[in-house]
């Protein structure tokens, strides 16, 4: 029997897909935590798993508090590609 988290789902995590105005260098996936970091024309864009809505908003805090501009916050259906 599947465990329900705060999050809703039942495998202690759920993946968004953050986009961010500008590029960031390779240490972006390790300010993040992200799993992938691409570029997509003159943004980043950064494919995240967390744990919870409070794991999620430290990751977005993180965006103000290194003054990037997000762009786009997309929660990803498992299963599904970036």
């Known amino acids: 029997m599947k465990q329900e ?5 039942g495998d202690g995590g759920c ?7 500008g590029t960031l260098g390779p240490s972006g996936s390790r300010w993040f935590g992200a799993e992938t970091v691409w570029s997509a024309g003159p943004n ?3 494919l995240l ?8 908003h430290g990751r ?3 965006v103000h508090d290194l003054n990037l501009e997000l762009v786009a916050v997309h929660r990803l259906d498992e299963g599904s590609g970036p």
């Open 5 to 9: 988290t705060r999050d809703g789902t």
């Open 15 to 21: 993946r968004y897909r953050l986009e961010i105005r």
């Open 44 to 46: 980043t864009v950064l």
């Open 49 to 56: 798993r967390v744990a919870d809505q409070s794991d999620l």
């Open 60 to 62: 977005l805090r993180r």
